[in-house]
């Protein structure tokens, strides 16, 4: 079982912001968007190497949801890690496929930080640019 950071997800009231940061002043790229009832409420970045930032719209008080939501790491078994961290005496979610295509998993770490697991698959946003349409708030 490999595992890798795949993503950092960063929240912020002003993506336009963010993405002059991100983009224009350190030259990541946009991959692809998160597109909610036709309007995008977040992005994906690739910082280099199969490493993304993905960033999300906030419009809650900075002190109730910060700016840094969750880490994910990426794994080429997400079964073994499910079984990993069901042995460690942790509960992970059902594993279930994302809306950018990619299988997951959430777990929470002893201090409280959630984590997400992903395993790519051939149709996953992250390699093939497509939009993601999201449903959830």
């Excluded at 890798?4 to 963010?18: E, F, I, N, R």
């Excluded at 036709?38 to 109730?64: H, M, Q, R, W």
Aim: charged letters at 25%; one cysteine or more; proline letters at 4%.
């Amino acid at each position: 079982m490999k595992l890798k950071l795949a993503h950092v997800c960063l929240g912020s009231p002003d993506l336009a912001k963010l993405e002059n940061f991100y983009c224009r002043v350190l030259g990541m790229r946009r991959v692809f968007d998160f597109v909610k009832n036709g309007v995008c409420v977040g992005f994906y970045l690739e910082v280099g190497d199969g490493t993304f930032i993905e960033i999300f719209k906030n419009d809650s008080d900075p002190a109730a949801r910060p700016p840094l939501r969750h880490f994910c790491i990426e794994t080429d078994d997400l079964d073994a890690v499910i079984q990993r961290l069901r042995d460690g005496g942790f509960t992970p979610t059902e594993k279930k496929l994302g809306c950018d295509r990619t299988w997951q998993c959430w777990v929470e770490s002893p201090e409280g930080l959630r984590f997400e697991f992903q395993q790519y698959t051939a149709e996953s946003s992250q390699h093939t640019g497509a939009a993601c349409k999201v449903t959830w708030a």
